[in-house]
């Protein structure tokens, strides 16, 4: 789960003359937006809003007259701008000239702000709430940039993997595909009283219904529709805990049985050394996927998943030919957050003056558990390129597992260290990194931060 955290990203300028020459040769232009450049633009008016969302949407400069969209979404405690600055999609968007809209969730279920999959008026198609929200933030880019209706698609990490396929049952004839990532099955959280972790049944680990009670759930949710079914692409940690590893095969569980399939995979390969996939293909499409990511927690998508989902909706062009750019958002997600095998953290170089850095800290605490999130903002005029930040717990907290940042823990002192996609903090932005962890008595925030040695506000 991923808290808020802004980047800006760079500009760059289109020439007029180069975009009537692609446009002669059919290929890719760059059209005229809202924005001078790409960049991160919120949208304050896109619609019916009944989940009182806030909308940011990225648009690359170059991409077709009718580009596809993709709906990207955060995880519990986050935002959009966050995942924007925090996943890959964005770089990706530049890459292959697609549009990715960033949902912000604004309710509250005990967990901090997260997509509402738990009401009643949520569950099905047009029922209100963020569902709703979002398909009105589709309808937006399509008026708008020309997006095209026969290639929109859903992603997201955590409460985001949660919406997407969410989104999928309530709004099969919208979404043509989708990729959760630590998400669970449709309809699995009763209420609101059963989302947070340590009350849920869905999240506890208790959750077990048949492939036929999870396939009647989604025809539920938009009953009469006899349309097909989007694809969908599921991954999950082994070693996922707080949203426990056994939810991966419910959801196997729902979306076989509603693509009319056998729980028998059609084959099964390891496309990265910790990939395991599970593959049920019909006709020569691959309807469901299954990913299990050996040893990884609460933490994906990490480096090269949010590749592998835009590959599965079939909007690359095939295989990429250059590297991702090292610029620009970040390679790799919170919500959502972690890695099972962490890219190569980049040693710090510089930081900023005495008293030129503020951090925040938000906890969300149940029973003896608890996920964080902390934000630290470069306030002096020159970049940090490689970041440590440290802490020390007032109590007997204990680090698990944790997201944006390598985190290592002796007795009660802390160091998060930059990953490879985020070593670089611009002056007046911002990192965000998640973790989880665990507690007894109080769960007391730290008393301060230091950055590179520095002292925050």
């Known amino acids: 789960m991923i808290v808020d955290a802004w980047r800006h990203r760079r500009v760059r300028t289109a020439l007029a003359g180069l975009a009537a020459a692609a446009l002669v040769a059919g290929g890719a232009i760059a059209l005229p937006s809202p924005?001078?450049?790409?960049?991160?633009?919120?949208?304050?008016?896109?619609?019916?809003?009944?989940?009182?969302?806030?909308m940011h949407v990225y648009v690359p400069d170059s991409r077709p007259a009718n580009p596809p969209v993709v709906v990207a979404m955060h995880g519990c405690g986050g935002s959009g701008p966050g995942f924007y600055?925090?996943?890959?999609?964005?770089?990706?968007?530049?890459?292959?000239?697609?549009v990715v809209i960033y949902p912000s969730a604004m309710q509250q279920a005990g967990f901090g702000n997260c997509f509402d999959t738990w009401s009643a008026a949520s569950k099905r198609r047009g029922g209100g709430s963020d569902p709703v929200s979002i398909a009105s933030m589709v309808g937006y880019v399509q008026r708008t940039y020309g997006g095209d209706p026969n290639r929109v698609y859903a992603t997201g990490s955590s409460s985001g993997g949660m919406m997407t396929q969410h989104m999928l049952a309530v709004y099969p004839d919208l979404f043509k595909?989708?990729?959760?990532?630590?998400?669970?099955?449709?309809?699995?959280?009763?209420?609101?009283?059963?989302?947070?972790?340590?009350?849920?049944?869905?999240?506890?680990?208790?959750?077990?219904?048949?492939?036929?009670?999870w396939g009647d759930a989604v025809r539920q949710a938009y009953p009469g529709y006899t349309g097909p079914r989007p694809p969908i692409q599921l991954w999950h940690g082994t070693n996922d805990t707080l949203v426990p590893f056994q939810l991966l095969q419910e959801s196997v569980d729902q979306w076989t049985n509603v693509h009319g399939l056998s729980l028998t995979p059609t084959a099964t390969d390891t496309p990265q050394p910790s990939w395991n996939r599970r593959r049920w293909v019909a006709g020569g499409t691959a309807l469901v996927e299954a990913i299990s990511?050996?040893?990884?927690?609460?933490?994906?998508?990490?480096?090269?998943?949010?590749?592998?989902?835009?590959?599965?909706?079939?909007?690359?062009?095939?295989n990429p030919t250059s590297p991702p750019p090292t610029t620009g958002p970040p390679t790799t997600p919170p919500t959502t957050p972690p890695t099972s095998a962490p890219p190569t953290s980049v040693p710090p170089t510089t930081g900023p003056p005495v008293g030129a850095c503020r951090a925040g800290y938000t906890a969300n605490s149940w029973g003896?558990?608890?996920?964080a999130g902390v934000t630290v903002t470069n306030t002096s005029a020159s970049a940090v390129n490689g970041w440590t930040v440290q802490w020390s717990w007032p109590g007997n907290q204990q680090v698990t597992n944790a997201w944006n940042a390598t985190?290592?823990?002796?007795?009660?002192?802390?160091?998060?260290?930059?990953?490879?996609?985020?070593?670089?903090?611009?002056?007046?932005?911002?990192?965000?990194?998640g973790f989880q962890g665990t507690y007894s008595g109080t769960n007391q925030a730290p008393a301060r931060f230091t950055l590179n040695g520095t002292a925050c506000a």
């Open 177 to 213: 595909a989708g990729a959760s990532f630590m998400g669970v099955p449709f309809n699995c959280f009763a209420n609101a009283a059963d989302y947070p972790p340590g009350a849920s049944q869905c999240t506890n680990g208790r959750m077990d219904r048949t492939p036929q009670q």
């Open 293 to 318: 990511v050996n040893g990884a927690g609460h933490s994906l998508p990490s480096t090269g998943m949010a590749l592998a989902a835009i590959q599965f909706f079939g909007i690359t062009g095939g």
């Open 407 to 433: 985190v290592t823990q002796s007795g009660t002192q802390v160091t998060a260290r930059n990953m490879s996609y985020n070593a670089t903090i611009a002056p007046g932005a911002s990192v965000t990194f």
């Open 35 to 54: 924005a001078a450049a790409a960049s991160l633009v919120e949208v304050t008016s896109f619609g019916d809003n009944p989940g009182g969302m806030r």
């Open 85 to 98: 600055s925090g996943s890959e999609f964005a770089s990706l968007a530049d890459r292959y000239g697609f």
């Open 368 to 371: 003896n558990g608890f996920t």
